[in-house]
């Protein structure tokens, strides 16, 4: 008697088989690496231009600032010849700037006469800048009325380059006016020195540099290098400038 046949099972019948089932995975595992480090990639990226675009703003407003109190610089000869009609609110000052720390490695401090912009006298009046004292990150400008708010407390003071160390942020005095964009280097012609009696140098340089990240000099997704902001600012009200 013959014996029928058993047909042989098909695949869709037998499903796949282990080794198989691990190749599949591995391949769906590449990909999703792929694809998980491309996402964080592009995530690191949009955030590293959001806090880019978020110091720049802040560090234009603070310059913006800064330059209105030292576009009304004057000086006290001025004042205290009559020149401009007006009340002598400088006279604790000698010339139009008086340097404390002019020293690129070690930040800025000095004083001016300037009118300022919310002083409600009609005077000028003595204000104090101070940009990374002491070598330590911050920018303050303050005056009778107390500080004004410029709030930059990641402000870069210094960068390496080869075995010069350069300011990163700093207000500078030229005799000339400079070009724009400004060098890494002081332009012939700039001092950190603010000049002294009536013979002031017409022009000067605001440079900031301000930190984008929330760590002083961290890399990786999401970091951001600093974001600098130069002018240059003619400087009218003082002696021999005008």
Do not use: W
């Not at 690191?44 to 800064?66: D, I, M």
């Amino acid at each position: 008697m013959r014996s029928a046949s058993i047909p042989h099972p098909t695949r869709s019948e037998t499903g796949y088989s282990l080794v198989e089932m691990l190749v599949a995975l591995l391949v769906l595992g590449i990909f999703a690496a792929m694809s998980a480090t491309t996402v964080v990639a592009m995530n690191g990226s949009s955030v590293s231009s959001a806090r880019l675009g978020t110091a720049a703003e802040g560090v234009q407003a603070t310059a913006n600032t800064l330059v209105r109190y030292l576009e009304g610089a004057v000086s006290p000869v001025d004042l205290s010849q009559g020149q401009l009609q007006l009340a002598n609110g400088c006279g604790s000052l000698a010339s139009a700037f008086v340097a404390g720390v002019p020293t690129a490695g070690q930040g800025s401090s000095f004083s001016f006469c300037s009118y300022g912009v919310s002083n409600s006298s009609g005077s000028p009046a003595v204000y104090s800048l101070r940009i990374c004292d002491g070598g330590a990150p911050g920018l303050t400008l303050s005056g009778p009325g107390g500080t004004v708010p410029l709030d930059q407390t990641r402000v870069v003071c210094s960068t390496k380059s080869g075995s010069t160390t350069e300011p990163a942020s700093y207000v500078a005095f030229c005799a000339s006016l400079p070009s724009l964009p400004i060098a890494a280097s002081l332009p012939t012609g700039c001092t950190f020195d603010p000049p002294g009696g009536s013979a002031a140098d017409p022009y000067l340089i605001v440079s900031l540099s301000v930190q984008a990240n929330r760590v002083p000099g961290a890399t990786g997704a999401g970091s951001a290098v600093p974001t600098t902001i130069s002018e240059v600012v003619n400087l009218p009200n003082l002696s021999g400038s005008l």
